[in-house]
């Protein structure tokens, strides 16, 4: 056991005396469960942290005052990384606390979760936990370590989304955020109240393909949105990888399903006249103008953040209702709500939607923590923290052991205000997934408060690029081969070297943990 993060397993002077009591003298479980927090996570699938007001959202790009609420009832973390930005992935690191190459799930496609291995959910229904999933896992196999799950089958569908409960299917009729956070509540409503409970509600939205609720389509009034400056960038001064890439506005992204030329087929006739009344007319007027070269993307832009950002207008809206049912039934003062998403994504920066980059757009990710009486209210960390320290805080918060296994660490001091020391200072990266989807390069690398060093390592490059985020916050000239960074260079290349070992990185990393062919197909 971690024992040098246990020791204030039972945080002496935060938790109630009587969970000191009940340690040593024997009082009743239900009494002991009444005083450890509750846990919600609510989780988003591709939030950018782009697009959370409380970020700052330098584009003015929406509000989420109900998201927001949480950053000033609670801590706002500013550099929360991911260790591999894919949906997938990400959700495997974040249950387990591991690393992909100790979890065993690398890719999105063909790899499927080890349900056996030891994650925080089982770990929390162990010590006397109510546990359920309500929304997307997307983990392949079945959920492992809860009295519930209620989940839409693989990526899902926004419109009358069917669901898997406790594996049978279920039909459902209107739009998923809703029908997710209607499910949500209900099993709140239904637990057995005399034990805490740990709930993930995880959200389908806002991932591809984009598709708000109806009645939200015109919530922005036909606003235009702000490019951002490197929406047209050509990719001088970096290698192969991005200039091969196959996730570009101007060339991947559909105008049929993605742009909305075409309809989506899981509306009823009903729901079907709504988003024509809307898109028809806006659709004409496109098809009549028929724009081409960079009026073409910045059309394809304006759309995807219209339809982007209505996924994340129903997502706080949505939010804001979990929230209003922990206040009517003050739960809310001892539930600790965390919000993130599973990574980050390209909001247009570089040309680019989708994630996968250990670019700051993409391995960053959302991540506000609201638990009265321990975290600071309006706190603001700009620590390195990862969704990987998740599972260890939950741990630490209802007072059970952390397991060795686990490669985060508890986020608990942070919460309270304090940075311990020894509190890491670099963060190591790595992800795999090539060629399907968007032909993104495996890279693994280190990102600090000022510097992102990547090597991108298969199947056919062999290169290292490295990044100075205080002069070059959008990363986009390599300076690895400038002589004047040739000591920062060999000291984080040091820092990737520590790292692996400390990891248990596999010294050369198996091809097939890429997921590539040996014949890489063209361009989709
Ligand atoms: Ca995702």
Redesign the pocket.
């Known amino acids: 056991m971690k024992s040098k993060y246990r020791r204030t397993a039972f945080g002496v002077e935060n938790l109630p005396m009587l969970v000191m009591l009940a340690l040593s003298v024997a009082v009743p479980v239900s009494l002991i469960a009444a005083t450890r927090p509750n846990i919600l996570f609510i989780m988003a ?2 939030h950018a942290w782009q697009a959370v007001s409380a970020y700052g959202d330098a584009r003015h790009l929406i509000q989420t005052p109900n998201i927001d609420r949480l950053a000033r009832e609670g801590v706002r973390f500013d550099h929360c990384l991911v260790n591999n930005s ?2 997938g992935p ?1 959700r495997a690191s974040i249950i387990t606390g591991t690393y992909s190459h100790i979890n065993g799930f690398y890719n999105n496609s063909g790899d499927r979760f080890d349900g056996s291995q030891s994650t925080f959910p089982k770990l929390l229904r162990q010590a006397g936990y109510q546990t359920a999933v309500i929304g997307k896992w997307h983990l392949e196999s079945d959920p492992t370590g809860f009295d519930h799950w209620e989940i839409v089958p693989e990526q899902g569908v926004y419109y009358n989304p069917p669901m898997i409960c406790d594996g049978q299917q279920v039909p459902h009729s209107g739009y998923v955020t809703e029908i997710i956070t209607d499910l949500s509540i209900d099993w709140l409503k239904k637990r057995d109240p005399a034990k805490p409970f740990m709930l993930l509600c995880w959200h389908k939205a806002p ?1 591809r393909i984009w598709e708000p609720a109806l009645g939200d389509l015109d919530f922005d009034h036909d606003r235009p949105y702000p490019p951002p400056a490197t929406l047209f960038d050509d990719y001088a001064g970096r290698g192969r990888a991005e200039h091969e890439q196959d996730m570009m506005i101007a060339t991947t992204m559909r105008l049929n399903e993605d742009c909305k030329l075409t309809a989506p087929p899981d509306l009823s006739p009903g729901q079907r006249k709504i988003w024509d009344a809307y898109y028809a007319p806006r659709n004409a007027a496109f098809l009549e103008k028929k724009p081409t070269g960079k009026a073409l993307t910045e059309w394809k832009y304006n759309r995807f953040m219209h339809d982007y950002l209505g996924c994340i207008k129903g997502l706080d809206d949505n939010i804001g209702r979990l929230l209003k049912y922990l206040d009517e039934t003050g739960l809310a003062t001892n539930t600790m709500v965390v919000y993130s ?3 980050g994504f390209f909001l247009g920066e570089h040309g680019w939607f989708d ?1 996968r980059w250990i670019f700051q757009e993409s391995a960053r990710t959302p991540l506000l923590v609201r638990w009265p009486g321990v975290a600071k209210a309006g706190g603001v960390s700009g620590k390195i923290v990862s969704s990987l320290d998740l599972a260890e805080t939950f741990l630490q918060a209802a007072g059970t052991a952390v397991p060795d296994r686990m490669q985060g660490r508890s986020l608990m001091p942070l919460l309270k205000g304090e940075t311990p020391p020894d509190w890491r200072t670099a963060f190591y990266y790595h992800y795999y997934e090539y060629p399907a989807w968007h032909r993104v390069r495996p890279h693994y690398g280190v990102i600090t408060d000022r510097y992102t060093l990547a090597h991108f390592y298969a199947p056919d490059v062999d290169y290292w690029e490295l990044f100075d985020r205080k002069n070059d916050p959008e990363e986009m000239t390599s300076i690895f081969d400038n002589p004047a960074y040739a000591q920062v260079r060999a000291n984080l290349m040091q820092e990737v070297t520590r790292l692996r070992t400390e990891l248990k990185e596999p010294a050369k990393d198996d091809p097939k943990a890429c997921g590539y062919p040996a014949q890489i197909p063209p361009n989709l």
Request: charged share 40%; net charge negative; glycine share 0%.
């Open positions: 699938d591709d894919l949906c990400a991932h998403s599973d990574q994630k």
